[in-house]
């Protein structure tokens, strides 16, 4: 072709176009992304409310105050309990119901639809369902409880009210935000895992069983080390979708009872966007962004490295 | 490497009937776990307001003959209708912004560009782990400074901020995918790199394409916390808001209406989204593979 007679070499023009190709993307992202994380930084370091207009310099003010805070560090200490306790869980249960769904069973097309509605549905929507399967009066675990004599006369295991107050006792509230964590994110560790069991030639299984391994032989030491890469993407991926999640805490208890189950991210939306302290709001949030960075830098090269 | 089936069966080992009877359970166990709370909205969305608030009432199933009141009382006396097309537009505008920007900017990363392309698609990918949750307080700033606070477009411009990078990383997997070969051979036939781009390899990333209009979808209508601070009218609120701050009214729950609500808005949502979980897991777990 006559025009491709340029002054820029194929590969000159290549570059270009690559560069012209991804820009577009890279601008949005970096302008939207980047403005904001920058004027977090700068809010935090100010003196900074909704209605106010002028921005006060107060340097780390914002952060030494919430220190002292004992609410703040009570959110702190939730925010890592929460996330921790869900991880364990979804790791345990993901890895043993992968390994179910690994045999054929009858109707699989609707147990997966089913095993998997609990991350599919929208998290806001699905717990206004816990709302009200934990609710103080017509909880149907409670109906559930009384009807096994477990709760609702005196000496019964769950106490002798008519209802257990899932949502109303602090550590029965923490214990149910772990376990709708759990319950939500439980499907996508599942199938996470899966895909590496999957993954799992299987000849280096049989030759296994053939040299004579038993069935927990080949799981702890041939499948599961191969597993380790998989299971870094869940923890990873567990982690950042729980440890940054405002939408349980926030439909299931607001914080309560008495900032019970407070945690950062509904803390800075309670104190930022409601208060009004916009400064102290991003301070808070701002918490988040080490340990967010902490953990994804090491997880993904541990999870990069070990890739033979 | 990107469309492994991750529910494949294994070779039948469970032929013993005790065996296989365990299998059914454990299995039937954790169905009964996830899909309890669905299945109680269910029930609830079709129980007269008596039988909801008996306490002694069985919650899993009738004590009273079944109504459509719920939804009678959601769909005409509550704005439900406009929360779902606010969901609708918002999420149209953002898988067609989606689009535009991801698609090219997968290519250009995953064929065109040497070394940087992979660096780069990592950097991408990392930005999509920044949570909305850090960004939410000074990025309703930014909204106001653009005259967009109480509009649907406040959140058209902001979900393509994780859809983008997100989608991206996808789509470079799928590109990936497809043999250089291809593209060369068009080349030879006179196409430049632009209209090889265009006319041979977009058809062939048409799955690809299709799970970036299916995510970009499902995750700008699950989003909560962006919707939550930027959007207070409630005739522009989309479905994830609206049924937890509209329906619920300070401590009066009208649990039939509510319960409706989320199911209603939830299935079509997780149906879409159950369809293409595999190209999601292909997608997540690249970034130990690569």
Redesign the interface.
Not at chain 2, 4 to 10: G, I, L
């Given at each position: 072709m006559a025009r491709t007679r340029s002054p820029l070499s194929l590969a000159q023009r290549d570059t270009l176009l690559a560069l012209g190709m991804v820009m577009p993307a890279i601008l949005y992202i970096t302008l939207l992304l980047g403005i904001p994380i920058i004027l977090a930084v700068v809010y935090s370091l100010n003196d900074v409310t909704t209605g106010g207009t002028a921005m006060r310099y107060i340097g780390l003010e914002n952060f030494t105050a919430l220190l002292d805070t004992p609410d703040f560090m009570r959110a702190i200490g939730n925010t890592f309990n929460i996330t921790l306790s869900t991880l364990v869980g979804v790791l345990v249960l993901g890895t043993i119901q992968a390994e179910l769904l690994m045999r054929p069973v009858r109707g699989k097309w609707l147990i997966r639809f089913l095993i998997l509605l609990p991350w599919t549905a929208p998290a806001s929507l699905s717990a206004i369902a816990w709302l009200w399967m934990l609710d103080s009066t017509f909880s149907p675990i409670d109906w559930m409880l009384r009807g096994m004599g477990l709760l609702g006369h005196p000496g019964a295991l769950f106490g002798d009210f008519d209802n257990t107050f899932w949502l109303g006792r602090s550590g029965l509230a923490l214990f149910s935000i772990i376990l709708v964590n759990i319950w939500r994110l439980l499907p996508l560790g599942t199938v996470i895992i899966l895909a590496g069991l999957n993954g799992v030639p299987r000849d280096i299984v049989e030759q296994a069983q053939i040299d004579g391994a038993g069935y927990f032989r080949r799981l702890f030491q041939v499948i599961l080390p191969m597993l380790i890469p998989v299971f870094g993407v869940t923890i990873l991926f567990t982690f950042v979708f729980v440890f940054t999640d405002i939408a349980t805490v926030f439909i299931l208890t607001r914080g309560g009872p008495a900032n019970a189950t407070q945690v950062l991210p509904t803390l800075a939306f309670f104190t930022g966007v409601q208060g009004g302290s916009l400064g102290r709001g991003a301070a808070t949030a701002l918490f988040l962004l080490p340990v967010l960075a902490a953990v994804s830098i090491l997880t993904l090269s541990l999870i990069r490295r070990r890739e033979i | 490497m990107t469309n492994?089936?991750?529910?494949?069966?294994?070779p039948?080992?469970?032929r013993h009937p005790a065996r296989r009877g365990g299998?059914?359970l454990?299995?039937a166990l954790?169905?009964v776990?996830?899909?309890?709370?669905?299945y109680?909205?269910l029930i609830?969305t079709f129980k007269t307001q008596a039988d909801?608030?008996t306490?002694?009432a069985?919650?899993?199933w009738f004590s009273g003959p079944p109504t459509l009141d719920n939804l009678r009382l959601l769909f005409e006396q509550t704005l439900f209708v406009q929360w779902l097309w606010n969901t609708l537009l918002v999420g149209v505008a953002v898988v067609a912004i989606t689009l535009?920007?991801?698609v090219?900017?997968a290519?250009?990363?995953a064929?065109?560009?040497g070394g940087w392309?992979e660096t780069?698609g990592i950097g991408?990918f990392?930005?999509y782990?920044?949570?909305?949750?850090?960004?939410?307080?000074?990025?309703?700033?930014?909204i106001a400074f653009l005259g967009l606070q109480n509009s649907l477009w406040a959140l058209v411009?902001?979900y393509?901020?994780f859809t983008?990078?997100f989608c991206?990383w996808l789509l470079m997997g799928f590109f990936k995918g497809i043999p250089r070969d291809i593209e060369e051979q068009a080349m030879i036939d006179?196409h430049?790199?632009?209209s090889a781009f265009l006319h041979v390899v977009l058809p062939l990333a048409l799955p690809g394409l299709m799970t970036v209009v299916v995510f970009a979808f499902?995750l700008s209508?699950?989003e909560?916390?962006y919707a939550?601070?930027f959007v207070t009218h409630s005739a522009d609120k989309t479905?994830?808001?609206a049924?937890?701050t509209e329906l619920i009214r300070g401590d009066v729950y009208h649990?039939g209406p509510?319960?409706a609500g989320?199911?209603i808005?939830?299935?079509p949502?997780?149906?879409l989204?159950?369809f293409f979980?595999?190209q999601?897991?292909?997608g997540?777990?690249a970034?130990?593979?690569d």
């Open positions: - | 492994e089936p991750t529910m494949q069966a294994e039948a080992r469970a299998l059914y454990a299995t954790f169905v776990f996830s899909a309890l709370p669905f109680v909205m609830t909801i608030f306490p002694t069985n919650p899993f535009v920007l991801a090219p900017a290519y250009g990363l064929r065109i560009a392309g780069l991408i990392l930005s782990l920044v949570p909305p949750t850090l960004l939410f307080i000074p990025f309703s700033k930014v411009v902001a393509p901020t983008v990078p991206t006179g430049d790199r632009w499902t209508s699950s909560f916390i939550l601070a479905i994830s808001i049924v937890p649990w509510l319960l989320a199911l808005a939830s299935i949502i997780a149906v989204y159950t979980i595999d999601l897991v292909a997540l777990t970034v130990a593979r």
